[in-house]
């Protein structure tokens, strides 16, 4: 499974961006797939998942209202929709599919998740 995610770079605080992970694989043989990033000396943080039956999707208290990931199959890619950036959004973000098998309904944790890209930078100025 080979997982890659682009759009990132450096905005300004109060911009938006949108990351999209391209799928050579179809992602709709994915139970889940998720977004989550890492700031330097912290760990993998979950933000956004979107799950393949009925696209629900479940967001971190702090990206929801702010971020929105959605699907599409035919492209084989997920998007992470941006806005109202902040400095501490600083961070490498990752792009994640989930294979089912899991007991829980949404995928929120790192180890939930079977394949992951290579990541991309996201830098915020104040």
């Known amino acids: 499974v080979h997982l890659v995610e682009s759009g990132g770079g450096l905005v300004q605080a109060g911009d938006s961006l949108t990351l999209t992970c391209t799928a050579k694989?179809?992602?709709?043989?994915?139970?889940?797939m998720g977004w989550f990033r890492q700031a330097p000396g912290k760990d993998r943080e979950f933000l956004a998942t979107?799950?393949?039956?009925?696209?629900?999707?479940y967001y971190e208290d702090s990206v929801k209202g702010r971020f929105t990931i959605s699907r599409n199959d035919a492209k084989n890619t997920v998007s992470l929709q941006m806005s109202s950036l902040k400095s501490e959004d600083t961070a490498v973000y990752y792009c994640?599919?989930?294979?089912?098998?899991?007991?829980?309904?949404?995928?929120?944790?790192?180890?939930?998740?079977?394949?992951w890209g290579q990541g991309t930078q996201v830098t915020v100025s104040a």
């Open positions: 994640a599919a989930g294979d089912t098998g899991r007991s829980t309904y949404y995928y929120t944790q790192v180890y939930e998740y079977d394949y």
């Open positions: 694989e179809s992602i709709f043989t994915f139970y889940a």
């Open positions: 979107i799950i393949r039956r009925h696209d629900d999707t």
